[in-house]
């Protein structure tokens, strides 16, 4: 018996010798290296001066601050922030623990070594608020996303675990918690069916359904909400100005114009209520030449990507439209930069943030590519799909012009344009603050997850933008209809709407394994 265990300990010894040759003979594992990127400067005025496309009337193209402006305006810090539960999904005692948490911040460049830290610093910009309260509103103490009524107002959908993903609860000073809101997050967060998330896909947070809710329960002077549409959406320099009429509406009809746009749209500044925009997704991003369904801002480089994100987190209220300026509409903006009160992002945060987006990956198509998705393929083929959506990318990276707009000739040479036009209802690219004659050829990549097509989300699924009754005056669109519509046509395109019924199910099968 003494043998036989001598006989284990002397094996037992032995393997362990063993596992540790075997562990000196692999290779070390070496400490990832640091790696100093090459920050572009965001607000570089001569980029600038060439990243968007020039207006419908060019004379009113946006004139951007100086760069001085710009880079004395103060940085905004990010602050570490927490989830926001939905209604009886928040664990007990939540919001005292979050009083007594110290505010932190959260992003710090300096402890950034590796492509990886700068990636995932990266996402928490994506999630980071840049305005505390509600949408538009003045800061408020009031904890409004813990009622439920706040959810069935709005339609606002939480996650598999209770978590609504598109706010954050943010901790700037001990012992105050607010609700931070306007993240790039906010629009490019998706809640799925299941109540997974997607991060960078068409968003689905009732962006203007809860704007609509600010405007009736946040304000009380109509002139407020007045200012803050002017300042969002007015062009004084078109003859009539589309969005005029607002000035004079009362609260409730400027609600009202905003609840009509459904998720997955968005009325974003720079269009307006009346004319919103579909809600694009992130993935393969970088692989874009324009950004905005009007293509108005050219994709060249990750600094564009930077100066993209700088104009739509506050920048672009502050360009000149000929004698207009947005953010005037509630006041002149200070001389000294340094007392301009809604601050900006570092170009480290910028560089870290579009780091992230051009690595966001979409989640498995669930959709199989079985033999009917094969025949749809030929039909796509055939029907000479390729020619505007071409693979990889399932687009031609062109731009298409809108029916009564003239292309300049200079723009063959410096834009990459399809002059082909597809009759769709041209006016977010005639009557819009980001309007430029043009709708870029979307891709089709990734639309199994989406919920809004065309350019306006006029239709909820592929199989309505299939459906020939869709150009019909009697038609009631699927998605965004406009308030005080009924039925109206969605226009143009009209590839695809004269198929059998057996090709049209063939290929809707194909487009959904894309």
Partial sequence: MLRSKRKISVLGLFILMSFAANLEAQPKQQPEASWSPQIPKTWDEQALASLELPLVEAEFSPRHISASYYDGIPVRPIYKSYPIYGPEKEPAGYIEWLKQQKPETAFDAAKLKTKEDWIAAGEIVFD????????????????????????????????KDGVMPFYRYVIREKGKVEIGVLSCGMCHTRVMPDGSIIKGAQGNFPFDRVMANDYRTGID????ARMA????YATPWLKPDPHARVAHMSKEEIAALHEAVPPGVAA????????????????????????????????????????????????????????????????????????YEFGRYSDEQLYALALYVYSLQPPKNPNKFDELAARGQKIFSREGCTGCHTPPLYSNNKLTPVA????????????DIKDVCVNTNPDLALKTRRGTGYYKVPSLRHLWARSAFEHSGSVAAVEDWLDPDRTEADYVPTGFVGHGVKTRAVEGHPFGLNLSEEDRKALIAFLKTL
């Fill in 128 to 159: 980071a608020p840049i305005v505390y309260g509600s949408l538009f509103i003045p800061a408020s103490d009031a904890l409004y996303v813990r009622d439920p009524a706040w959810y069935k107002i709005t339609g606002t959908p939480v996650t």
């Fill in 221 to 224: 002077d109509v002139n407020m």
């Fill in 229 to 232: 549409e002017r300042t969002l």
């Fill in 268 to 339: 974003r500044h720079g269009t307006t209520p009346l004319l919103p925009a579909r809600i694009p997704d992130l993935f393969n991003i970088q692989d874009r030449k324009y950004f905005d369904a009007t293509g108005l801002v050219q994709h060249r480089d990750i600094g564009d990507l930077m100066r993209y994100a700088a104009l739509n987190q506050d920048g672009d209220f502050l360009a000149k439209h000929g004698d207009f300026m947005p953010q005037e509409a509630f006041g002149p903006i200070p001389n000294d930069p340094a007392k």
């Fill in 404 to 415: 009564g707009f003239k292309i300049p000739p200079e723009h063959f040479k410096q834009y």
